[in-house]
């Protein structure tokens, strides 16, 4: 991984796909994969389906469930999610991109993060970042 990603938010590609760069440990790179709008949408819906039902607190710890709604004007209707971060290899080259989340995208991503079902490794590395 390269060393200009090391900022919490920080916006890159990796095989053609975008993603918001969380932290790292020496092992593990935590990301967040910017998904399409469409895929976005599909799992807002089903989300927003299941609260609807009733399943609320059963649905917000599933891995699916894992993501925020991205606002930035870049961004908006599309979503990061942060459900299987930690199981990318970013090891090869990854492109940093000249794009920023705006800092009620990083927040929500932040909390996301604290109160999702993610590895408590990355709940330790990011419980101290200010955003």
């Known amino acids: 991984m390269t060393s200009v ?3 919490f938010g920080s916006v890159f590609m990796y ?3 975008e993603y918001v760069f969380l932290a790292k440990t020496e092992s593990i790179v935590y ?3 910017i998904l399409s709008t469409q895929a976005s949408t599909q799992i807002d819906r089903l989300f927003q389906k299941q609260v609807a039902g009733g399943k609320d607190v059963n649905v917000r ?3 699916l469930y894992c993501y925020v709604m991205l606002t930035t004007h870049d961004y908006e209707g599309r979503s990061a999610h942060m459900g299987k971060t930690g199981q990318d290899n970013f090891s090869s080259f990854v492109d940093p991109l000249q794009k920023e989340l705006n800092a009620e995208d990083l927040k929500n991503i932040k909390d996301g993060i604290m109160n ?5 490794e990355l709940k330790d590395l990011v419980k101290n970042i200010q955003v």
């Open 5 to 7: 990603l090391t900022a």
């Open 116 to 120: 999702g079902n993610v590895p408590l």
């Open 31 to 33: 990301a967040a994969e």
């Open 61 to 63: 710890q599933h891995w």
């Open 15 to 17: 095989k053609g796909k």
